[in-house]
């Protein structure tokens, strides 16, 4: 049994492991610790060192690898805007125009229809409406800034490729477990359809229904029964 919990518990700790910001880490030192915390044996640091250590290293390791992500995301689009066909707007988001299309163009209050696919910058495709055969309708100001702003550039039947800094995106956090934290994401959209906002009808209360003559001697009447 023994033997078997701690198959049970190494197996599930390998994997977290791998969650670990900052590299490998050296298996025999971990398991070192590990014994001798369950042993109660003498230890190279007190639990309350151990646990201090640990967070400052979790601290300046998720620290460096988000500094990683963020460089990586502005080296690509220092570079990107510099190539012919792309564009680039005062809030920092890149588009490049695919096929071109004239027309009315949605405003941010309007539904859209499109097909799209979404990348990660090693080419990692995370989402695509074309692979499911199914375009998708939304709000237009219910989604990533990025797409907010992009897609009211478009016109029906054009087809643009956006270059989404991670601010404009799924920010600090990223998304789904999919898209990583600071990622800038790279989508292909193509624009089917605009379905305008309606301004709801403002709502109108139903009239009092009046109180006739024959109403009021009907209910006196019963009142005198």
Same mark, same amino acid.
């Given at each position: 049994?023994?033997?078997?919990?701690?198959?049970?518990?190494?197996?599930?700790?390998?994997?977290? +492991?791998?969650?670990?910001?900052?590299? &490998?880490?050296?298996?025999?030192?971990?398991?070192?610790?590990?014994?001798?915390?369950?042993?109660?044996?003498?230890? $190279?640091?007190?639990?309350? @060192?151990?646990?201090? *250590?640990? =967070?400052?290293?979790?601290?300046?390791?998720?620290?460096?690898?988000?500094?990683?992500?963020?460089?990586?995301?502005?080296? %690509?689009?220092?570079?990107?805007?510099?190539?012919?066909?792309?564009?680039?707007?005062?809030?920092?988001?890149? *588009?490049? @125009? +695919?096929?071109?299309?004239?027309?009315?163009?949605? &405003?941010?209050?309007?539904?859209?229809? @499109?097909?799209?696919?979404? %990348?990660? $910058?090693?080419?990692?495709?995370?989402?695509?409406?074309?692979? =499911?055969?199914?375009?998708?309708?939304?709000?237009?100001?219910?989604?990533?800034?990025?797409?907010?702003?992009?897609?009211?550039?478009?016109?029906?039947?054009?087809? /643009? &490729?956006?270059?989404?800094? *991670?601010?404009?995106? /799924?920010?600090?956090?990223?998304?789904?477990?999919?898209?990583?934290?600071?990622?800038? $994401?790279?989508?292909?959209?193509? +624009?089917?359809?605009?379905?305008?906002?309606?301004?709801?009808?403002?709502? @109108?209360?139903?009239?009092?229904?009046?109180?006739?003559?024959?109403?009021?001697?009907?209910?006196?009447?019963?009142?005198?029964?």
């Amino acid at each position: 049994m023994s033997y078997a919990l701690g198959m049970n518990v190494g197996n599930d700790f390998a994997k977290n +492991l791998k969650g670990i910001p900052g590299g &490998k880490s050296n298996i025999d030192l971990l398991i070192k610790g590990f014994a001798t915390a369950m042993k109660g044996d003498s230890a $190279l640091m007190t639990e309350e @060192v151990a646990g201090e *250590y640990f =967070r400052n290293y979790i601290t300046k390791a998720q620290t460096k690898d988000q500094d990683a992500k963020k460089g990586e995301g502005q080296r %690509f689009l220092d570079e990107n805007k510099t190539k012919e066909g792309v564009t680039t707007t005062a809030s920092g988001l890149q *588009y490049q @125009v +695919l096929t071109v299309a004239e027309g009315p163009k949605p &405003k941010a209050t309007d539904s859209v229809e @499109v097909h799209y696919q979404g %990348f990660l $910058l090693d080419g990692t495709k995370f989402d695509s409406s074309v692979d =499911r055969g199914e375009p998708i309708t939304f709000p237009l100001n219910q989604v990533i800034p990025g797409w907010t702003e992009g897609v009211q550039l478009m016109s029906v039947g054009s087809k /643009y &490729k956006f270059f989404v800094p *991670y601010q404009l995106g /799924y920010g600090e956090k990223g998304a789904g477990g999919v898209i990583p934290p600071f990622a800038t $994401l790279i989508f292909e959209v193509e +624009l089917l359809n605009i379905k305008p906002y309606v301004e709801p009808a403002p709502a @109108v209360a139903a009239p009092a229904v009046p109180v006739t003559p024959a109403k009021v001697a009907k209910k006196s009447s019963a009142k005198k029964k």
